[in-house]
């Protein structure tokens, strides 16, 4: 079992920047790919971006792409999503999730675990 905790999110001016951060607890959390996903009101979950196990690849929705920075720490177990040049578009909850497939996962069905989510809004 692995638990998530995402924190940072928070209201912003549109062009500025916030910084996630989700601490996991439980099992290795090195053996975990990690994403990040948002979904906002009246919306479905999308992918906005995952990183391998050891942190040696990442990718991005087209979207985000460009403006957002997902890394990890696995000394402070520790997955973090640096988002700047906010859009109001971005307005979101953004959720962590880890899964058991260590190489990058885009799917969200792929994911073994969830955080409760962080909001973000991102005001014009």
């Known amino acids: 079992q692995v638990q998530l905790v995402e924190s940072g999110g928070g209201l912003v001016q549109a062009g500025g920047s916030l910084r996630l951060s989700c601490s996991a607890s439980g099992r290795t959390f090195s053996n975990y790919a990690m994403g990040w996903f948002r979904q906002a009101p009246g919306k479905e979950r999308e992918f906005v971006a995952t990183?391998?196990?050891?942190?040696?690849?990442?990718y991005y929705a087209d979207s985000v792409k460009g403006r957002f920075t997902i890394s990890r720490d696995n000394a402070k177990n520790t997955v973090y999503l640096q988002m700047n040049s906010l859009k109001p578009e971005d307005t979101a909850v953004y959720y962590c999730?880890?899964?058991?497939?260590?190489?990058?996962?885009?799917?969200?069905?792929?994911?073994?675990?969830w955080g409760q989510g962080t909001q973000v809004t991102v005001s014009s």
């Open positions: 999730a880890a899964s058991r497939i260590r190489t990058l996962v885009i799917q969200d069905r792929q994911y073994d675990y």
């Open positions: 990183i391998s196990w050891s942190g040696g690849a990442t």
